[in-house]
Structure formats: C-alpha cells, structure tokens
C-alpha cells in the first residue's frame, strides 16, 4: 500500500534520498569486481575511517537484524550471555535472530529509565552469579539513539565502556539511528564509539535515506576475524556489492547522513512542541532524536486511525510513536497535528 501523505509510523515508511539514488546512479555503469571487491567498496570504507578517525574494520550487510544478529553472534559462545536494556531491538524486534544466528547465546534483560540501560542493573546481572549454572555475561548491548528516541551522552557511553570493560564484557552498539545520536549530540562521531570503548557498531543507512543496508564497523580488529565468513553464510554477502556500499560514499562526501538526521531530529522537536500544547496529550520521554513518544485517550488513537493515520502503538513503551525522517516536512506535521487538536476533545 503507498500512502499519498507522509506517515509517521516509521523512518523507514521513508524513500530514497536523492544523495544516495544518485550515488547508485553513478556506480550503475560499466563492470565492477563483485562481492565488495570493487573500487566504491573500498572507498566507502575509507570514507567511514576517515568519519571515525580510527582504522577499523568495514562490512555492508543487508539489514540491521542481521548486522547485529552476526556481529553479537561474533563476539559470543553459544554458552555466553547479552546483556542489553528490556526494550531493546535485539530483543523485542528481532524474532530471535540474536538467539538463532549465536546458536543460543541468552539475551539477559536489564531495565532503565527513558530506554537507557541502568548500568548498576549490568553490574548486578553479571555479578550475581558466578557460577558454572549460570550463562557467562559476554556483551553489553546499547541501542544508540535508543528505542525510545533518547539518546546516551558522551559521559554515559564512557560510563557504559568502563562498566563493560571493568566486567570482561565487550560493548556492541546498535546504531540503526547513530546518525541521529550523532546529529542531536553535535560530537565528533569517534567520542561516541570506540574513545567511550565500543567495540562494534552496527551503523544505520536504511532510516536515513538509504535504500537497503547497515554497516558494521568493528572499532576492535581482532573481533573482525572471519566475519566475512559469517556474512556470507548467513546470506549477508551481496555480489553486486557496490549499490550497498556507493550510498555511504553519496551521503558522506555530501553531508546528507547527517544532515538527514539533524532533519528529522527538527521535525520530531518540532512535532513535540505542538504537541505539548493539546490537552489530553502528554509526551512520554525527552524527544532527543527523530522519534515521539505520546500518551492519549485510546479512543483517540482509534479517531487518529480512522483518518487514515498510520503509526505504532507497540514499540518501546508502548505509547504511540510518531516517527520523523528525512522526508518530513512541516507542512506534514501540522497535518498530523491539526487533526490532533480536532479530534482531542471530541473523543
Ligand atoms: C530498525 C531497527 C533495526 C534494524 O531493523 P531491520 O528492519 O532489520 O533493518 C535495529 N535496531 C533498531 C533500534 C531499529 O530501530
């Protein structure tokens, strides 16, 4: 089903941006070497060194399920444990695919206000038991920006890092929305990865305008060993590589990836602001990236749907989110909120 009019119910209701259609465009001549064998590859990973200032180890996959399906899956034993926050993706959103692709490596649950991970929860999780009977904690694993469009700042990453390295455990990061962390923060990428001690990030084109594919960086080496492998089993190696890779390349040199993201940021503070104003709504968590997160009267939700608005009432709270991208407009949001403010008192 297309819709005529922007839906907020995901980033990724969202087309391609021009940027990275355009840089698809320009790869779509000639031959190339396949399986990321060709020149758009190489320099896309340099490109994202270059973003990192750091050498780090570059792989394009599909989607973000698999890339932190098979980046979890590289760090852990089967008999090792995850430890992320209870309304995390890999958990909630990922029909088992950590637990499938890890050969049964547990995903342990820790709560947390706003969607961040309690790190004094980690540190009891992994503490309380030592025993041979007990899944050995591995990873911690942080959604950044996080399910429920907050974000963690540079000083609670560094917190996370020295959490995860205190308890023997690796940091993996998943960043289906780094772009928009980043954009919110204003830091120069490395503050919020491998300086805090990450060691994988699972980096999110999709949502921000890209037309398929994630790319996982491992800041630490080592842990890159025979990935390729492991991509390439699970279906994740794609032969005409460039199309996955040649977005990165449109969308870093111009500025997009992050100009994306710092739109959709705006529209979500934008839509929030309006939304403060309407009696009976109340916004659930700070807005800090592209998401809102909203409580109303169910029978508002219904009226709202009725209209033919599109939007989840299951993901992380459970609130209805409204999601912005980089096609939002302002014109879409006072749309949305003018049907708000008409159906509020009527339902
Ligand atoms: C969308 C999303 C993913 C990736 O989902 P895919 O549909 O597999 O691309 C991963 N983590 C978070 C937090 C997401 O929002």
Not at 27 to 35: D, S
Request: hydrophobic share 40%; with cysteine; charged share 20%.
């Amino acid at each position: 089903m297309s819709h005529p009019k922007n839906q907020f119910a995901s980033d990724n209701y969202a087309g391609i941006c021009p940027e990275a259609w355009d840089a698809m465009a320009e790869v779509n001549q000639g031959f190339a070497n396949a399986y990321g064998n060709d020149p758009w590859t190489a320099k896309a990973c340099n490109l994202l060194r270059e973003f990192f200032e750091t050498e780090c180890e570059v792989f394009f996959v599909f989607n973000g399920t698999a890339a932190n399906s098979l980046s979890l899956a590289s760090l852990c034993q089967s008999y090792h444990s995850i430890i992320c926050h209870e309304l995390a993706h890999i958990e909630t959103d990922e029909c088992g695919a950590i637990e499938f692709f890890s050969n049964g490596t547990k995903i342990l649950l820790v709560p947390g206000r706003n969607g961040k991970i309690d790190l004094d929860e980690v540190e009891n999780t992994v503490n309380r038991r030592s025993d041979i009977h007990y899944p050995k904690p591995k990873v911690l694993s942080l959604t950044q920006a996080t399910e429920v469009g907050t974000v963690y700042s540079v000083e609670e990453m560094i917190k996370a890092g020295e959490t995860a390295k205190r308890l023997s455990m690796k940091l993996q990061v998943d960043g289906a929305r780094f772009a928009n962390a980043l954009a919110s923060l204003q830091v120069a990428p490395k503050e919020l990865t491998w300086k805090a001690g990450v060691d994988v990030l699972t980096f999110g084109g999709t949502k921000n305008g890209m037309t398929v594919g994630e790319a996982v960086i491992f800041f630490n080496r080592e842990l890159a060993q025979e990935f390729d492998y492991r991509c390439k089993q699970a279906g994740q190696l794609a032969s005409k590589m460039r199309f996955l890779s040649a977005p990165w390349i449109g969308m870093l040199k111009s500025g997009a990836l992050l100009g994306n993201a710092a739109h959709a940021n705006r529209c979500a503070r934008l839509l929030a602001e309006k939304l403060q104003a309407v009696p009976g709504v109340k916004i659930m968590h700070p807005c800090q990236a592209n998401a809102v997160f909203v409580q109303m009267p169910q029978s508002l939700i219904e009226a709202l749907q009725k209209k033919g608005w599109m939007f989840y009432t299951f993901i992380g709270s459970g609130h209805a989110r409204f999601m912005c991208s980089w096609k939002t407009t302002e014109q879409d949001i006072d749309l949305l909120v003018a049907d708000i403010t008409t159906l509020a008192p009527s339902v």
